[in-house]
Every structure is written in C-alpha cells, then in structure tokens.
C-alpha cells in the first residue's frame, strides 16, 4: 500500500478538507451524517476518490464516502 499512498501533508485550515473520523471520536456517526452521500473525500482543496489511501504526516487516512478513516501508520 506504501508504494500507492499519495503524501498530503497537514490538512490547511483555510482550504477545503472532509472530517477524519479518530478512533477517540464517538460521533463518527454524527460526522457521516454530515457528508451524506459524498462520493469523493477532500483533502485540501483537492478532491479523492472513495478508496483512495493518503498519507498525511504519520498517518495513513481512507476516503470512506466524504469521511476519511485512519487506516493505519505510514512508518515503514
């Protein structure tokens, strides 16, 4: 997967990002509702597609239909 992952640095808080839902998070719920029916995830103002894997600083993030969900650690 590491060879397919795309570096996208911080999220910039004034440029268009979808919502990661955290493990911590108990409104995952909550945050899915509020992208309902999305079929890309943004990450700084550029849109992905659903499956898409990124990697934003150590973490490895999956676009799940407008919600990107930490699918693991980028460290080798």
Avoid: I
């Amino acid at each position: 997967m590491k060879g397919r992952t795309q570096q996208v640095g911080d999220a910039d808080p004034e440029r268009k990002t979808s919502p990661v839902a955290w493990e911590a998070d108990d409104d995952t719920e909550t945050l899915r509702e509020s992208v309902p029916d999305e079929a890309v995830c943004f990450f700084n103002d550029r849109a992905y597609d659903h499956g898409t894997v990124v990697e934003s600083g150590s973490v490895l993030l999956q676009c799940d239909y407008g919600l990107w969900l930490p699918v693991g650690d980028s460290d080798p």
